[in-house]
């Protein structure tokens, strides 16, 4: 995955303007307690959505729709 690539994001499709690392608690792995030390950083996009609204998500929960060639 790289910038540019367009991808689906809860049925929509998004352009990826970014990729870094970040942590994401998921309470149906870890529970309700959050411990930000417990856990390891994994990979993230930031994705344009519509209209100009940007959003930064895990890559688990985008698919790859088409890369862009650059």
């Not at 994705?47 to 895990?58: A, K, N, S």
Request: some cysteine; aromatic content about 8%.
């Amino acid at each position: 995955m790289k910038v540019g690539d367009l991808v689906r994001w809860n049925e929509k499709v998004c352009v990826v303007t970014e990729i870094y690392e970040s942590k994401c608690w998921r309470t149906n792995q870890h529970g309700a307690k959050i411990n930000w030390a417990s856990i390891e950083t994994e990979p993230f996009v930031r994705i344009l959505v519509g209209d100009g609204d940007v959003r930064g998500v895990p890559q688990a929960d985008i698919e790859v729709i088409s890369e862009s060639r650059g």
